[in-house]
């Protein structure tokens, strides 16, 4: 059997108001580089969680608008058990 260890994360545009890019954290640290906003404001990434150490993390959304401004719009947290 595969093991599948990549996990799609969709951002709506009813999620964070006005947007410029999206960037997805683990415990603080980024995961890839942001992703800039398409026309319709949906948001995806690719994380491949071979990596992640087994246990709790947090998982955040940090959203940038076009005036630089940035927050965090969701914050999650987590337990990756294998």
Known sequence: MEQRNHRLLQLGPGQGGCRRTVALLMDGIP???PVAGPANGEFQFKWD???IAVGTH???IEA???RGASALI???RFTLVR
Request: proline share 0%; glycine share 20%.
């Open 31 to 33: 995961i890839g580089a």
């Open 49 to 51: 969680t071979t990596g």
């Open 58 to 60: 947090t998982l955040a």
């Open 64 to 66: 940038t608008d076009s």
């Open 74 to 76: 969701g914050i999650r």
